[in-house]
């Protein structure tokens, strides 16, 4: 019963828009938005302290940031991303055909497929 009322509070606070990342722990995969750009990246927990998370992305650069920079991992199968295709250094949207810990299939929108990392991958 306690794990249900967890989850059904959790769910009506991201049907708020709240995130819920303070209740977060180390280790919990999360969507940081990397340097503040507007992109949010995977990545793991490492630490959280005085209202800071510490996040190593899954490409591997670590950014310690305030709690409302990251959000609950929330990508699944048919959602939209951008890919770093090839890991070329050019990024392409496309929708996530399958997705298993850090390995990700991508169908891009121009026609290409590609199975990569979630380490180069973002969301909006």
């Known amino acids: 019963m306690k794990t249900f009322l967890v989850l059904g509070l959790a769910a009506g606070l991201c049907a708020l828009g709240v995130s819920t990342a303070a209740a977060q722990t180390k280790g919990d995969w999360v969507l940081g938005n990397y340097k ?66 850090e390995k990700i299939s991508i169908a891009y929108d121009d026609g290409d497929k590609e199975t990569t990392r979630t380490g180069r991958c973002r969301s909006n």
């Open 36 to 101: 503040g750009a507007g992109y949010w990246f995977p990545g793991v927990i490492e630490s959280i302290g005085g209202g800071k998370i510490t996040v190593r992305y899954d490409d591997g650069d670590r950014e310690t940031v305030g709690i409302n920079a990251v959000r609950p991992y929330d990508w699944m199968i048919g959602m939209k991303v951008e890919c770093n295709y090839k890991g070329a250094g050019d990024w392409y949207a496309g929708k996530i055909t399958s997705l298993a810990g």
